[in-house]
């Protein structure tokens, strides 16, 4: 439970909040890459923590990211046109580069020095892992460029896709963290009446925290085996899994470390990134691989609403819930493992209102997160650099979802899984 204020100050991120400044400590996702597939292309709207921004590619290729509205007089930079390393304001012909350089002002005398003089917000951008990443803070915390494994890996072992999500940042991130949810909401199969009873569904909970955030093992005893799997929290809104090959919900599956990046569009929607990537060198995620795992999270390409990021289920139409499927089938009646999520973040309103909840043991993920995203913004507050700005901290994580002997001490017996390779 938060009181209202706190739950202000931990949901809230524009410029000049306590949240908002600390997000604008790190590199966040901007985009994804294909969605600037070529130079001098069209520019793209991108709203992030509540400023509205445009996003270009130019001649040589470097991503610009500036304010959507021209300084001289307001016009919308969406439809400038993207030419010779510039963007240039269609309303009066201003052209400024993508440091935010204003390099021509055709509507000034030519021995005006005003030119030199206005600049347009520009933020710098970093391209890796298939995503476009920018850094909103002040120039001087400014850490260096996100180091994940995911961004070393070849380009042919990993997958990305982004969905749109109509709530606050904060409760789509809890419910990545929440692990206990997946018995219940996700759960596929209401015929086998045992699943509430017998199957381990208070597993053994373990929170360590780290120089980026923390690991969060969840330990099930099954029989002569314990089933392990061990998350990795990295602030300020990534969750990192394993996941390991075998077939799971009707589909073979490579074995693969995955995750989400939580990125605040503003106070209440959000952008959901998802990542994956193969860590065995000679499996490559294939497109059609990619696709059919999409499509079992329910957020592949015929889920979509064409164009857009948008879940055809959602909340507009209640994520077309089947009662009878529910009655006989599943859980939710709900189709699709993601959304079931955005069922029920989404449902409960815009930002939660965490001063009515009732946290129990379960529930430990997300209060050390909370805490850990307090104390990041009493360290921002207090001119310190808050955790997992430094990439040498995360580089060399990796999460596992495994099967070891029950006697075994999951560390000691995973330690050489929980370390990149590529
Ligand atoms: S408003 Fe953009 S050049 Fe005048
Ligand atoms: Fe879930």
């Known amino acids: 439970m938060l009181k209202p204020q706190e739950n202000e100050r931990i949901t809230r991120v524009g410029p000049g909040t306590p949240m908002g400044e600390l997000q604008r400590r790190y590199w966040i996702p901007a985009a994804l890459s294909s969605e600037l597939?070529?130079?001098?292309?069209?520019?793209?709207?991108?709203?992030?923590?509540?400023?509205?921004?445009?996003?270009?590619?130019?001649?040589?290729?470097?991503?610009?990211?500036?304010?959507a509205f021209c300084p001289h007089r307001r016009a919308p930079m969406f439809f400038a046109r993207n030419e010779e390393c510039g963007l240039r304001c269609v309303y009066h012909g201003w052209k400024f580069d993508r440091a935010g350089n204003c390099v021509d002002m055709p509507s000034e005398p030519p021995e005006s020095l005003f030119k030199s003089k206005v600049n347009i917000t520009a933020y710098p951008t970093w391209e890796g892992g298939g995503f476009v990443w920018t850094y909103m803070g002040p120039p001087g915390t400014m850490p260096p460029p996100p180091d994940y494994e995911l961004v070393r890996a070849p380009e042919t072992h990993r997958y990305v896709s982004k969905t749109y999500e109509e709530c606050n940042w904060l409760q789509a991130l809890e419910g990545g963290l929440d692990t206990s949810h997946s018995s219940f909401a996700h759960n596929l199969?209401?015929?086998?009446?045992?699943?509430?009873?017998?199957?381990?569904?208070?597993?053994?909970?373990?929170?360590?925290?780290?120089?980026?955030?923390?690991?969060?093992?969840?330990?099930?005893?099954?029989?002569?085996?314990?089933?392990?799997?061990?998350?990795?929290?990295?602030?300020?809104?990534?969750?990192?899994?394993?996941?390991?090959?075998?077939?799971?919900?009707?589909?073979?599956?490579?074995p693969t470390i995955n995750g989400h990046i939580w990125v605040p569009i503003d106070d209440t929607t959000t952008w959901v990134y998802n990542w994956m990537y193969s860590y065995t060198p000679d499996i490559p995620i294939t497109h059609d691989y990619a696709v059919e795992f999409e499509t079992k999270?329910?957020?592949?390409?015929?889920?979509?609403?064409?164009?857009?990021?948008?879940?055809?289920?959602?909340?507009?139409?209640?994520?077309?819930i089947d009662r009878a499927v529910q009655r006989t089938l599943t859980f939710t009646g709900i189709e699709g493992i993601n959304t079931q999520d955005m069922a029920l973040q989404e449902g409960m309103g815009p930002i939660v209102d965490r001063s009515r909840e009732h946290l129990g043991t379960s529930d430990r993920a997300i209060i050390v997160m909370r805490q850990l995203l307090m104390e990041a913004m009493h360290a921002v507050e207090n001119g310190e650099a808050p955790r997992a700005t430094d990439p040498s901290t995360y580089s060399t994580i990796r999460a596992v979802d495994l099967t070891i002997p029950r006697l075994a001490e999951w560390r000691e017996a995973l330690k050489d899984e929980l370390v990149a390779k590529f």
């Open 189 to 254: 199969d209401i015929q086998d009446k045992t699943f509430l009873r017998s199957r381990d569904t208070a597993p053994r909970l373990e929170v360590e925290r780290t120089a980026y955030g923390y690991t969060y093992a969840g330990i099930r005893t099954l029989g002569e085996e314990q089933y392990v799997r061990a998350y990795h929290y990295v602030m300020p809104a990534q969750q990192m899994r394993g996941r390991v090959s075998g077939r799971k919900g009707g589909m073979e599956q490579v």
């Open 297 to 320: 999270y329910g957020r592949g390409p015929d889920d979509l609403i064409p164009g857009t990021f948008q879940l055809k289920r959602n909340r507009r139409n209640d994520y077309l």
């Open 37 to 67: 597939p070529e130079r001098d292309g069209e520019p793209l709207r991108v709203r992030l923590l509540g400023e509205d921004l445009i996003a270009f590619r130019d001649s040589e290729g470097k991503i610009g990211l500036v304010d």
